[in-house]
Antibody, heavy 115, light 111 residues
């Protein structure tokens, strides 16, 4: 069926990097942009950026430029989001979401940053 | 502080109608017909309820409707039901530099 399956929870120390994967299935992976959105505990949604799986073009939110890298591997229909220089306030649930209107979401990946 | 302003909470009795506002600026809501709304139940991923301001995806109840006036978008839920109790977020395109912005979310309580 049509779904986005994300990688499992991660615990990282401050300053480290984390790479979250998002495997798409049931639809044409290269036909839709993939967005990354995060949600800190008890907080709202925050847009991080998108990647065009077809061309590899990317667009990052100003707040994350220099720390975030979005990539994709079309051979395995998987998108990736890597965040470096982790801080405690990066502790959040990270979602991938399909297309302009986020009509399909992954289940979320909890990233906990703690010393 | 979120780019789009939503009320923190809205409540209503079963069967009533409620409206959630989402106030932006001429740079986002006011310039583009690209406002979407999401419903999020506790512990679940958000679900698309409205896109392009007024359109409903297949499978979403027609009790949910969207509108826009100037820099403010609105989501109306009519015939309020217990399962409508959730957090609701608006989102708007804000141009190529800023791209996409969310509201802070509104908790809907069914009394």
């Amino acid at each position: 069926q049509v779904q986005l399956e994300q990688s499992g929870a991660e615990v990282k120390k401050p300053g480290a990097s984390v790479k979250v994967s998002c495997k798409a299935s049931g639809y044409t992976f290269t036909g839709y942009f993939m967005h990354w959105i995060r949600q800190a505990p008890g907080q709202g949604l925050e847009w991080m950026g998108w990647i065009n799986p077809n061309s590899g073009a990317i667009n990052y939110a100003q707040k994350f430029r220099g720390r975030v890298t979005m990539t994709r591997d079309t051979s395995i229909t998987t998108a990736y989001m890597e965040l470096s220089g982790l801080r405690s306030d990066d502790t959040a649930l990270y979602y991938c979401a399909r297309g302009t209107y986020y009509d399909l979401w992954g289940q979320g990946t909890l990233v906990t940053v703690s010393s | 502080q979120s780019a789009l302003t939503q009320p923190a909470s809205v409540s209503g009795s079963p069967g009533q109608s409620i409206t959630i506002s989402c106030t932006g600026t001429i740079s986002d809501v006011g310039s583009y017909n690209l406002v979407s709304w999401y419903q999020q139940h506790p512990g679940k991923a958000p679900k698309l309820m409205i896109y392009e301001g007024t359109k409903r995806p297949s499978g979403v109840s027609n009790r949910f409707s969207g509108s826009k006036s100037g820099n403010t978008a609105s989501l109306t839920i009519s015939g309020l039901q217990a399962d409508d109790e959730a957090d609701y977020y608006c989102c708007s395109y804000a141009g190529s530099r800023t791209s996409w912005v969310f509201g802070g979310g509104t908790k809907v309580t069914v009394l």
